[in-house]
């Protein structure tokens, strides 16, 4: 399923996009809930965590190198952030292209509400 995601990826359409190689992209998300609010996304088409395979695993793998990477250059590295994936509607996924929240930039607290 083709969402907005794929259109930012191939630059169609505006993002602030903060890093791209040939596996991922990462740009800042659009309604930033910490100083620090910036998507991580496959360029591959996946879905949800549920249409993640094996094949994937370097991708996935990727995302987290990327991440680091842009902690660090943001200078959130060492105070700390938080990579959040959300999966279906439960887990309140609103875009269906699969992307890891890279947020930080002040102190967030639990994790989940009671
Ligand atoms: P999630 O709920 O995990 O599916 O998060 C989707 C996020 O994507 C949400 O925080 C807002 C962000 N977002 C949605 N549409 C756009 C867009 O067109 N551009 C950017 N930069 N972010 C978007």
């Known amino acids: 399923m083709t969402t907005i995601f ?7 359409i505006p993002a602030d996009i903060v890093y791209q190689d040939d596996w991922v992209t990462a740009f800042r998300d659009i309604h930033p809930q910490a100083p620090t609010h910036i998507l991580i996304v496959p360029n591959k088409e996946i ?6 395979f094996p094949e994937d ?3 996935l793998g990727r995302m987290f190198v990327v991440a680091k990477q842009i902690a660090t250059e943001q200078g959130i590295a060492e105070s700390g952030y ?5 999966c279906g509607a439960d887990g309140g996924q609103e875009v269906y292209h699969l992307h890891m929240h890279l947020v930080g930039g ?9």
């Open 6 to 12: 794929s259109k930012i990826i191939a630059k169609e």
């Open 47 to 52: 879905a949800t965590v549920n249409d993640v």
């Open 57 to 59: 695993e370097a991708i």
């Open 82 to 86: 938080r990579l959040i994936v959300n």
């Open 106 to 114: 002040r102190k967030l607290g639990r994790m989940l509400p009671n």
